[in-house]
């Protein structure tokens, strides 16, 4: 009994050897054969979240540009996220977009620093007329401890200041007349950005300000609603104000940055391999916005011209009395928390 118990264990052993054998040669010689018929061909859905981020600048601008260097540099590093970009204030102007931060229903912008005072007043201290001598001025207390502490400041209310990019230094446009001196201001009507620095200096220098939105800009001047306006060559330039505008004086009264921020919800909503993605791409975008918009702010004065408009230099003097008029309204805005940053800026620019 025992024996012929054992006698066919030993059969099913041996069958079970046989057709393990068999299956293994098969899928060898399957896999010889057609690979193809190995691999799994389900499409991996990786699911993404959308980025909406909208400026008021054309797709011409660096500003755009330097998106565009955003999500592809975001995009070489994680594929969660779904960045599309609106130029022309598709998604509303600096203020509105910034409302959008705070409620969810975009995702990012990148205004001016001037509107950014209606959210925290802190921000006046960038625009304050002839602060930043150049540049790397600017760079140094955007990128430094100053800077970053007013990035900083806007997690409270809801939004995440990323990186400083450039806009650049502010020139003087208007239709008829060829302002040389502070005496041919008088009286004109000037579009500025709503921001009371802004309009004070204006003031100053003689002007008649009116603050309005960036959209609403070029129909003003054509209409002529107002006289001129202020920008840096490039936006000058690439929003073909030459069309409706006679005159370009070099004032560089103020340099604009821009703030490159999301909403804080959004950047909560991140992991942190996101969250060091979208640093480093805005890092990089910076890098790349700033040098396209230096060389465009360099050598678009000509084209200016080539397109019709006088570009007028002031002379030592001439510039010497705008800087004069403008900061004579540095008592009235530098106050309380602003002072001392104010300070701190001028110590760390000497
Ligand atoms: O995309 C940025 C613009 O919305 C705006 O900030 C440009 O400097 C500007 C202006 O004059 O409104």
């Not at 609106?86 to 931060?101: C, Q």
């Amino acid at each position: 009994m025992l024996k012929k118990g054992m006698f066919l264990l030993l059969v099913l052993l041996a069958l079970s050897f046989v057709v393990t054998g068999c299956a293994a040669n098969n899928a060898a010689v399957v896999e010889d054969q057609e690979e193809v018929a190995v691999v799994d061909e389900t499409p991996v859905v990786v699911e993404q979240r959308i980025m909406r981020i909208g400026i008021g600048l054309n797709e011409d601008h660096p500003q755009f540009k330097g998106l565009e260097k955003f999500k592809e540099e975001l995009n070489n590093r994680i594929d969660t996220i779904d960045v599309q970009l609106y130029a022309n204030s598709a998604l509303g102007d600096d203020r509105s977009m910034m409302e959008g931060l705070q409620l969810g229903t975009i995702e990012g912008t990148c205004p001016s620093t001037a509107p950014i005072a209606g959210f925290n007043e802190d921000f006046k201290v960038f625009d304050f007329p002839f602060l930043f001598p150049d540049e790397a001025g600017a760079d140094k207390i955007l990128d430094g401890e100053i800077g970053q502490e007013l990035l900083d400041s806007l997690s409270p209310i809801g939004i995440k200041g990323l990186v400083y990019w450039e806009n650049g230094f502010r020139n003087l446009t208007n239709r008829d007349v060829e302002v040389r001196t502070i005496a041919d201001m008088e009286g004109l009507k000037i579009r500025t950005m709503e921001n009371p620095v802004h309009l004070a200096a204006f003031t100053a220098l003689g002007a008649n300000p009116t603050p309005m939105a960036f959209g609403e800009l070029f129909t003003a001047l054509q209409q002529k609603t107002v006289d001129g306006q202020e920008n840096p060559i490039a936006t000058i330039y690439y929003n073909k104000f030459y069309e409706v505008q006679g005159y370009t004086t070099l004032t560089k009264h103020i340099y604009s940055p821009f703030v490159f921020m999301i909403s804080q919800k959004f950047w909560d909503e991140s992991t942190p391999e996101e969250q060091t993605a979208i640093m480093e791409a805005a890092v990089i975008a910076r890098d790349y916005e700033r040098q396209l918009n230096r060389e465009a702010n360099e050598s678009l004065a000509v084209e200016l011209e080539n397109e019709g408009m006088m570009v007028i230099e002031l002379t030592p003097e001439a510039q010497a009395e705008f800087v004069e008029k403008a900061q004579s309204i540095y008592p009235d805005f530098a106050t309380g928390h602003i002072a001392e940053l104010l300070d701190r800026v001028i110590a760390e620019l000497k």
